[in-house]
């Protein structure tokens, strides 16, 4: 498990682990869950000091794969959390949807609300009780002659399922993402949502960092 752990990493120093998630994995530990991101770093990290720390500073759903950055002290995920706080960490997405939308770009804004029960997100085009606002930006990379396109995504706002039920709500759902009405699934266990690229500044040093997924399979070539 280990060696298939490392495999997927993306960057690594003594503060920060960078990885790039499988889909059909759950991020965080669960009473539910034996085969867990958090599971894996910690035995992954266990060969490398004694008392390892894995904290979760992001999430992404079983479903989605891409760029996740995880900490390796406290103090290191107290200011991680802080740049994802105040919106300092640049998100960017890939999203394979069908139908196409009909803009080459647009930006959304809604208002979001979770519904705990059927563990879905609610989009609202008006404000309401218990909703926040929410907000995204795309643009089209590739339209395709099967009616799909490939869409860069770039969310302004963290919430849950966000993306998915965002883009459902205008019409145009991820590609595998049955909850959200979307066509059937183009991998197994996965959809079209991938976490392609984080950009931040390292809580430590200062630098600035470029973290970047490779995209795949299922989502096809990018144009360049």
């Known amino acids: 498990?280990?060696?298939t752990f490392a495999s997927t990493i993306l960057f690594e120093d003594e503060f920060i682990l960078a990885i790039n998630k499988p889909a059909g994995l759950v991020v965080e530990a669960s009473p539910f869950e034996s085969d867990t991101i958090e599971a894996k770093a910690a035995d992954y990290l266990k060969?490398?000091?004694k008392q390892p720390f894995?904290?979760?500073v992001h999430r992404l759903d079983r479903v989605t794969s891409g760029v996740l950055l995880l900490a390796k002290k406290k103090?290191?995920?107290k200011l991680l959390n802080e740049q994802f706080s105040k919106q300092q960490i640049r998100k960017t997405y890939l999203a394979l949807v069908k139908p196409a939308p009909v803009e080459n770009a647009a930006t959304l804004e809604h208002w979001?609300?979770?519904?705990d029960k059927i563990k879905r997100a609610?989009?609202?085009s008006r404000p309401a009780r218990q909703a926040s606002a929410c907000k995204l930006y795309f643009r089209v990379l590739d339209r395709r002659p099967s009616g799909e396109a490939l869409l860069e995504v770039h969310?302004?706002?963290g919430k849950f399922h966000q993306i998915r039920a965002q883009l459902a709500f205008v019409g145009t759902p991820i590609v595998g993402d049955l909850t959200y009405g979307g066509a059937p699934s183009p991998g197994d266990?996965?959809?079209g949502l991938h976490a392609w690229k984080l950009r931040l500044r390292h809580p430590h040093t200062q630098e600035e960092l470029f973290l970047e997924a490779p995209t795949p399979l299922h989502m096809g070539i990018i144009p360049t």
């Open 54 to 56: 894995v904290g979760i």
């Open 1 to 3: 498990m280990t060696k």
């Open 47 to 49: 060969g490398k000091t």
């Open 75 to 77: 103090s290191t995920l």
């Open 155 to 157: 969310p302004a706002t």
């Open 122 to 124: 609610v989009i609202l």
């Open 189 to 191: 266990k996965t959809i």
């Open 112 to 115: 979001h609300r979770k519904d």
